[in-house]
Each structure stands twice: as C-alpha cells, then as structure tokens.
C-alpha cells in the first residue's frame, strides 16, 4: 500500500518508506517532487526508546526472551501507528 502525493494525489511512496522519511525526504515516484513528513514524527520514536532503556536496564536472563519480544513488538507497533495516523505526507519542494 502506498501514500498519496500532497501534489498529484497519486500512490507516492510505501507506508514502510514514510516511517523514515523524517530523516531524509524523497521525491513522488509519479510526479518527481519533493515529499517527506514533519520532523514532529520523531516524538513517535519515544516508545521505542523508552522500551529499548528499560529492557537494557533489567537484568533478564534466558528465560526472559519473551518479555524482551513483547516490548520491541509493543514499541515498533507504537512508532508505526502514530506515525501512519499522526503524520501525513505533506509536500517540501520550494519551487512549489
């Protein structure tokens, strides 16, 4: 599935793709203009920090592998969903 162009309305990039287009905008695959996301989007990025700083600060051991699975799934689930509802593509070319 693709997100449509704020210029031309047409299937611009994949949803996996604006999951990182804070850090670097890309062009329209139709029409070649510049789009990307607010910088905004990187609060997004604070569940999967938060999980990431509380698993490496526990003390797990073998059996504790589950645990560790659920709390990256919980925070990537968090990134993907506030980004695909909170952060719409919007156009960044100057000459627009």
Avoid: Q
């Avoid at 611009?12 to 789009?35: D, H, Q, S, W, Y």
């Avoid at 569940?47 to 990431?52: G, H, I, K, T």
């Avoid at 600060?57 to 699975?69: G, N, V």
Wanted: glycine share 4%.
């Amino acid at each position: 599935m693709r997100v449509e162009c704020p210029y031309c309305g047409r299937p611009a990039v994949t949803r996996l793709r604006k999951l990182v287009l804070m850090f670097r905008p890309t062009t329209c695959t139709e029409c070649g203009r510049r789009v990307g996301v607010s910088a905004l989007v990187a609060l997004a990025y604070i569940p999967a920090v938060v999980a990431c700083l509380a698993a490496g600060s526990w003390r797990f051991d073998a059996t504790d592998h589950p645990l560790l699975f659920a709390i990256t799934f919980v925070a990537a689930l968090a990134i993907a969903l506030t980004v695909e509802v909170l952060a719409p593509l919007r156009a960044i070319d100057p000459n627009a």
